[in-house]
Structures are given as C-alpha cells and as structure tokens.
T-cell receptor, first 113, second 115 residues
Framework: GAVVSQHPSWVICKSGTSVKIECRSL??????MFWYRQFPKQSLMLMAT?????????EQGVEKDKFLINHASLTLSTLTVTSAHPEDSSFYIC?????????FGPGTRLLVL | AQTVTQSQPEMSVQEAETVTLSCTYD???????LFWYKQPPSRQMILVIR??????QNATENRFSVNFQKAAKSFSLKISDSQLGDAAMYFC????????????FGKGTHLIIQP
C-alpha cells in the first residue's frame, strides 16, 4: 500500500528558531500534498496545499511567511515553521494525494519552549 | 465554505454491539466525497470508509457501513460487532468535487469500547 513518511516524528525547539518538517511519499508520486495541524483534543485543520513545482496555497488565517512550504519533487514536501513560538506547538500531519486516494503521514509533534 | 458537524463528542458501546456515529455537513455542491477516518492513540490517520456523493448505494467495508442521506446532508457510520481495537477518535471529512482539495474535518467522536 501507499506509504507516507514524516521526519522528524517529534521535535523540541527554542522560541525564535526555525524547524523544518519533511513529508515523503515512499512508493508513489504525489503532485499534491497537504499540511494539517491538530491541537490537543481537537480536529485536523487544513493549513495549506502543496503543489509540486508551484507555490503553495494557504488557508485563510495561515501566515504564509511563517509556515514556508516547498514541494520541490514529486515525492517530497517540506514545511518550515519560521521563528517558532510556543503557540506554534502542535501536531503537524501531512498527506499525499495519489491516484488511489489520500495517504497520511504519521505526524510530527512540535514543542516550542 | 463547507462545514462538517459531529454532534457526539463521545460514544460508548459494549464489545460485540453495534454503534452509530453521526455526521452532518453543509455544502452547495452536488458532487463531492465523504470519508470516515479513525485516529487511534498513535495518531496515525486511517481511512475507514469513503462515499462518492453521486453514488446512491451506501458504502460498506466489512463491519463498517454508512447511511448516506444526500438530501438531508447526513453521513452516519455504523460499526457492527464492535471490537476493542475499534476504540479511537473517529472523524468525518468532506472533500470538494474534483478530488484535489484538502479535507474538511468534523470535530470528531471519541469511541469507547467497553469489554
């Protein structure tokens, strides 16, 4: 079956630093990947749509300069949280859209101190 | 904008019994996709079942089935013969026509299975 990986699985960083999260489709190509955020005991909220070779599309209320997305290849999208602050602490989940459906990564837990 | 509503924050069912999770949605589109996802404590999202709006027949996957009422914009999930491994958060989700947009999720229902 289709597999999506994320790296790292968890990260702790100091306030003001930047953190990069990778999302890879391991056995299929994905022209479209999505980034979601999930706060504790809440649902997933779509942050942005990442399209290979073009600029990402951000949902209303998501700061594009804070959450930089790069989809440089058909198997890799990255999310960089710039100048992270404690309120950015969350669970970030990516998914990749393949021919047979959308497949989710295992998520990345970010804690900003 | 589309919205998805799950009105049951928590449901409890005895093992081997049947439970139904509710979901309603709002959209002006005539064609779209609906999903139920399971999120266990590992937080890995697992697709349970999907339904295309243009299909009148309700989707079924083993012990999982849906009751899709398009006019009422209702999409409930029935789990038969509940098992301990079914315990998880269940999210109802909507995708716009075309299939290339991200998902809109409901707030989720925490399903507890009592042995």
């Amino acid at each position: 079956g289709a597999v999506v990986s994320q790296h790292p699985s968890w990260v702790i960083c100091k306030s003001g630093t930047s953190v990069k999260i990778e999302c890879r489709s391991l056995d299929f190509q994905a022209t479209t990947m999505f980034w979601y955020r999930q706060f504790p005991k809440q649902s997933l909220m779509l942050m942005a749509t990442s399209n290979e070779g073009s600029k990402a599309t951000y949902e209303q209320g998501v700061e594009k300069d804070k959450f930089l997305i790069n989809h440089a290849s058909l198997t890799l999208s990255t999310l960089t949280v710039t100048s992270a602050h404690p309120e950015d602490s969350s669970f970030y989940i990516c998914s990749a859209l393949g021919v047979t459906g959308e497949y989710f990564g295992p998520g990345t837990r970010l804690l900003v101190l | 904008a589309q919205t998805v509503t799950q009105s049951q924050p928590e449901m409890s069912v005895q093992e081997a019994e049947t439970v139904t999770l509710s979901c309603t949605y709002d959209t002006s589109e005539s064609d779209y996709y609906l999903f139920w996802y399971k999120q266990p404590p590992s937080r890995q999202m697992i697709l349970v079942i999907r339904q295309e709006a243009y299909k009148q027949q309700n989707a079924t996957e083993n012990r999982f089935s849906v009751n899709f009422q398009k006019a009422a914009k209702s999409f409930s999930l029935k789990i038969s013969d509940s098992q301990l491994g079914d315990a998880a958060m269940y999210f109802c989700a909507y995708r716009s026509p075309g299939g290339a947009d991200g998902l809109t999720f409901g707030k989720g229902t925490h399903l507890i299975i009592q042995p």
